[in-house]
């Protein structure tokens, strides 16, 4: 089959968000076949939400899909428009979407700065390095457009920004599996009025409505799922369970995990790997879902009582109370839970390890920031303004911030 036959073609996947959903063959789908990517089918979209959301249990594969769809029918809008954009940006642009979340880790943010202290984004560039090593410099420019050095910053914007494909698409994708209906938005509408003017990403006029309901169902999904109290506890308990296992493998007692985790218990890792990304990156890229859940079942066998507790805990879904409120919590009743475990846990000789069974700080929701990177509106007279300037609601309410206290159900 001659190449230019060949390469006309495209590997369609029918996906539940959109329906069928095309990756044209070329580095965008070689990409898609790497192993690096293929991890992402073992990594969850929203960590540990299923516990609450039973239906939650699509993949960072899915999502990356997702937005990489959005992303090619948001440049097909804007060439329409006369926005220039060449067959290589357009390649660039999909390689830095379809790749943006690569560096995630198990369960996606529950244990980002848990088994290495790394942001994802800084894994997920990682990861592109040395992709486009692999791939001869095919990824120069999405690499470029990833971290906002292209000179055209609105398909950075496509990206990353509070109107980005990405955000578009994990609006539609969580609501759709967590089936909460707050979270739907315009995303046809909203991609079909967008624009640019002057290197920045615009949306016309006409599709403020749309943005304004994109901007209240991020708020409210972000109450409503994300940092719903039930969410935020079994996050918390993972994170204590590893962190745990961390401490107790650092004494000397050794786990039947995998290799790859087993390199993660060690307590240096965070510091050490800035020294030698390569070894990160090998473990890294074997580490998943999988990984974890294997751990937890060897976890509830564990000499140490606090982590076959959690272990347990975390496998049949005996989960802790939550506790969410405006305000702090008082130092005397955090004391006086802190007593109880002791008490409860036989911890009277090291009460410090109470920091293992009782959990508290704080989550904040800001949903739309104007006094960052506003969504600017294209008037019919050709002005630009601010979002904010022009909305009937008050979108730029700041930061909601709640305080959480997290423990065992069965201490009162």
């Not at 971290?147 to 109107?163: A, C, E, M």
Request: glycine share 6%.
């Amino acid at each position: 089959m001659p190449l230019e036959i060949y390469m006309s073609k495209s590997k369609i996947f029918n996906d539940p968000v959109y329906g069928f959903v095309t990756v044209p063959y070329g580095i965008l789908f070689d990409l898609v076949e790497h192993p690096y990517f293929q991890r992402l089918r073992r990594i969850s979209q929203l960590g540990l939400t299923s516990y609450v959301y039973p239906g939650a249990l699509h993949t960072r594969f899915h999502h990356a899909l997702g937005a990489l769809h959005l992303t090619r029918e948001a440049v097909k809008v804007l060439r329409d428009k006369g926005v220039a954009i060449s067959a290589k940006e357009a390649e660039g642009v999909a390689i830095a979407i379809l790749l943006h979340d690569i560096g995630h880790g198990p369960f996606s943010h529950a244990l980002e700065h848990t088994l290495v202290n790394l942001h994802h984004e800084e894994l997920s560039l990682l990861f592109m390095e040395d992709l486009n090593k692999a791939f001869n410099g095919a990824l120069e420019i999405g690499i470029q457009i990833f971290t906002d050095q292209y000179p055209k910053h609105f398909l950075h914007q496509l990206v990353s920004s509070q109107l980005d494909m990405d955000r578009m698409d994990y609006l539609n994708r969580d609501s759709f599996f967590t089936g909460v209906s707050e979270g739907v938005i315009g995303y046809d509408r909203i991609i079909k009025m967008l624009n640019v003017t002057n290197d920045e990403l615009v949306v016309e006029e006409k599709g403020i409505y749309s943005i304004e309901k994109f901007l209240i169902a991020r708020r409210i999904m972000y109450w409503q799922v994300y940092l719903h109290k039930t969410s935020v506890g079994t996050e918390q308990m993972l994170i204590h369970t590893l962190l745990r296992a961390r401490e107790i493998y650092n004494r000397g007692e050794r786990f039947a995990i995998s290799e790859d985790l087993t390199y993660f218990m060690d307590g240096n890792v965070p510091t050490k790997t800035r020294g030698d990304k390569a070894i990160l990156r090998r473990h890294f890229a074997k580490l998943d879902d999988t990984d974890i859940l294997y751990a937890i079942k060897k976890f509830t066998k564990s000499e140490d009582p606090i982590l076959a507790f959690l272990a347990n805990g975390l496998l049949n879904r005996k989960l802790f109370r939550v506790e969410l409120k405006k305000e702090p919590f008082e130092g005397d009743y955090l004391e006086n839970i802190r007593q109880k475990i002791v008490a409860k846990f036989n911890l009277e000789n090291r009460p410090d390890e109470t920091k293992f069974l009782v959990y508290h700080g704080t989550e904040s929701n800001n949903a739309y920031n104007a006094l960052k990177d506003e969504i600017k509106i294209l008037s019919k007279d050709g002005s630009v303004k601010a979002l904010s300037t022009l909305s009937e609601h008050n979108l730029s309410s700041g930061i909601i911030k709640k305080y959480f206290l997290c423990y065992p159900k069965n201490l009162i």
